[in-house]
């Protein structure tokens, strides 16, 4: 059984209590930390406001603590609590609540965890997700959402309109990545697209821009 050491520090800048957990760098095909992930060879580290946000996360990531002054987590052999749910109802539960902390690097576990169910009903929560500030949460978010291929589309076109432009370039990345695996009717994204190259944010306009020239190029290979 492995256990990840937490660590108490005081915040050199604001002179405030922070807790450190070793962690892994999970890097993007192009070398750029994506996101990270407790665990005990780590040789970096998630910082934490509080102590209960530093556990929560060495959980998540299937390892056991040990908590500042020493004390490690005791395992106990529980009798399993009786319930109505099932399994099914359990894990998506627990997993779904997990989307809700307050840690993006626990968000985006989640969001990883959920994408591997290819559950349709779950479409709404990566939608959301997407449009968060954090890279990780929304590359997650995404992954999910492409992997649905062609049913995502119309989600994806409500979502461009959206007011949050972060969600808006994010469901053209969804879309540009459908388009690049030519799971999608190129003709159906033409108008969307074409709009939105008029949107008010640069980023945005940059995106639908590169995703029209390949919904078009798209188009022509296909007739």
Not at 138 to 159: D, E, H, M, P, Y
Not at 196 to 211: E, R, Y
Request: hydrophobic share 40%; glycine share 4%.
């Amino acid at each position: 059984m492995q256990y990840v050491s937490i660590k108490k520090e005081v915040n050199q800048e604001n002179g405030n209590e922070v807790f450190l957990v070793p962690a892994l760098n999970l890097k993007n095909s192009k070398g750029a930390t994506k996101q990270k992930i407790a665990h005990p060879l780590g040789d970096d580290y998630l910082e934490f406001e509080t102590l209960e946000g530093a556990v929560r996360a060495i959980e998540l990531s299937g390892f056991k603590y040990i908590l500042p002054d020493g004390t490690k987590q005791i395992v106990s052999k529980e009798k399993p609590v009786e319930t109505d749910k099932t399994y099914d109802e359990l894990v998506y539960d627990a997993l779904i609540n997990q989307t809700k902390d307050i840690n993006s690097s626990v968000v985006a576990a989640a969001l990883t965890a959920l994408g591997e169910l290819h559950d349709i009903k779950l479409l709404e929560i990566f939608i959301e997700k997407m449009g968060e500030e954090n890279e990780a949460v929304r590359t997650n978010a995404i992954n999910a959402i492409v992997n649905f291929g062609a049913v995502s589309v119309q989600k994806l076109l409500t979502a461009m309109k959206d007011e949050n432009w972060v969600r808006r370039n994010s469901a053209i990345i969804a879309i540009q990545r459908l388009i690049d695996s030519e799971s999608v009717n190129p003709e159906k994204l033409f108008n969307p697209l074409m709009q939105i190259t008029n949107d008010k944010n640069t980023i945005v306009k940059t995106s639908a821009i590169l995703a029209l020239g390949k919904a078009y190029k798209l188009y022509k290979k296909c007739k």
